[in-house]
């Protein structure tokens, strides 16, 4: 099976849209990320829904982590306001790096061991031979089926 058979369409969002939103998107749709694309459409960056939750819970939470047993419920439930104006650009780690892409032709095995290989919750798919049209997504859950479905 090649890679252009296992990508599905895809929910994307641009730098300039808003990160709540995004949040949200992934919240309702239970995603583990989202692609961003940058203006022609092609893939940009991973935005994985870790990195937003980073963004809600307070450093000094992370930093140390029983300090989030006193925070009161009324004020976790304002965390998402630390989401609220910004866009997915802003929302990036500053080492962005670009997502995963495989092409059409590659293999279940070789989309695994690019997503493997890049730990990524997702990677894109073009067709190089148009190109590099965005064909959709595979999520780790499809090469999962798809090697486990072997056995």
Do not use: F, N, W
Request: hydrophobic share 45%; charged share 25%; net charge negative.
């Amino acid at each position: 099976m090649h890679a252009r058979e296992l990508a599905t369409e895809y929910p994307t969002v641009t730098l300039d849209s808003d990160a709540l939103e995004a949040a949200r998107m992934l919240a309702v749709q239970r995603l583990p990320g989202v692609l961003v694309v940058d203006a022609d459409g092609g893939p940009y960056a991973v935005l994985p829904a870790s990195r937003l939750v980073k963004l809600l819970v307070p450093a000094y939470v992370i930093e140390d982590p029983a300090l989030a047993a006193v925070i009161d419920e009324q004020r976790a439930d304002r965390l998402c306001q630390a989401l609220s104006g910004r866009t997915v650009a802003e929302s990036l780690p500053r080492e962005r790096t670009k997502p995963p892409v495989a092409d059409a032709d590659d293999t279940a095995l070789e989309v695994a061991a690019l997503m493997a290989r890049e730990r990524s919750p997702l990677v894109a798919v073009v067709d190089r031979r148009d190109g590099d049209r965005l064909l959709g997504v595979i999520t780790a859950s499809h090469p999962l089926d798809r090697l486990l479905e072997v056995t």
